[in-house]
């Protein structure tokens, strides 16, 4: 079955930086885009970025673009998130995401921006 598995959130301080992880099985990883989303308290879950499967094109949300940078290792079926100058309302729950297109989540990794 498919599984996804992020890893790395944490509490950093403001202008930190963090990259999270996500381990996947069950599919044939190279074979699709994957997705970060993020949740914070109180609101909507939102697209953060995206990658192709090949790695080649990648897409981000305005408020991220420039601080964030997705990735992906096909050969250790995992993607990345790497946030730089982090911000106190990127505080939230952070998932990834596959679409087979049956829509796959992780359980999320919690990142806190604060002082």
């Known amino acids: 079955q498919v599984q996804l598995v992020e890893s790395g959130g944490g509490l950093v301080q403001p202008g930190g930086s963090l990259r999270l992880s996500c381990a996947a099985s069950?599919?044939?990883?190279?074979?699709?885009?994957m997705f970060w989303y993020r949740q914070a308290p109180g609101k909507e879950r939102e697209f953060v970025a995206r990658?192709?499967?090949?790695?080649?094109?990648?897409n981000y949300a305005d408020s991220v673009k420039g601080r964030f940078t997705i990735s992906r290792d096909n050969a250790k079926n995992t993607v990345y998130l790497q946030m730089n100058n982090l911000k106190p309302e990127d505080t939230a729950v952070y998932y990834c995401?596959?679409?087979?297109?049956?829509?796959?989540w992780g359980q999320g990794t919690q990142v806190t921006v604060s002082s």
């Open positions: 995401n596959v679409r087979t297109p049956i829509a796959y």
């Open positions: 069950g599919f044939t990883f190279a074979g699709y885009a």
């Open positions: 990658i192709t499967s090949t790695g080649g094109s990648t």
